[in-house]
């Protein structure tokens, strides 16, 4: 009997230096495999790494922002300007060229009591002659300027109020040129006049 007491008093001294918290480890391995995930549930469309995207899916396509993002309606006026330069220089004979730069200059001495009338080169040149350019270095300068500071306007006004701005801007410059160079016949050509408005028109908006 008292053999037996011992036996009892030593198996229970045994079982209570164990530790009754911890977990057997195939239960636990169980229960880590079985529980769902809190990242996925909180950031469902964070790639299944959940390491911000750095290391997705690899067949799964990655979102690239373009190195060049200009509104269309700058990509159209600035093809428009390059295509009447390259056609003019490359594929007109002299006497279409002729006829080019008379209908779409602008020519003060065009708008004067003496000769003015209502014709075709009347009604274009006062917005036509801002796709015309002399020269490469012309072209490319307007351009550049442009494309640099157009682009806020743009987004900001969408496309047909950026092409009223255009035809405003260019209508403004040579009204000015009129009233500096009244009588003059001396052809006006370029984009500078429309390119200055959309320039204003970022100081504008940047300093509001």
Known sequence: MLNQARGSIQSWHVHSIRSP???DQKVLTSTMQNEPSTLDDEHPDMPPDGRNGLQGDPGRPQDRQPVFNLPFVLVCLVGLCIGMHVLRLNFLSENWQNWLLLTFAYFPIRFTPEYFA???PT??????HTFLH???THLGL???WLVAFGSPVAYRLGWR???LFWAVTALGAVILH???YFGDSVPLIGASGAVSGFLGGAARFGFR
């Open 142 to 144: 307007n351009m550049i």
């Open 161 to 163: 109020r950026s092409l």
């Open 118 to 120: 209502i014709d075709l």
């Open 178 to 180: 009129t009233i500096i």
């Open 123 to 128: 009604l274009i040149s006062p917005i036509g």
């Open 134 to 136: 002399g020269d490469w």
């Open 21 to 23: 918290t911890k977990p």
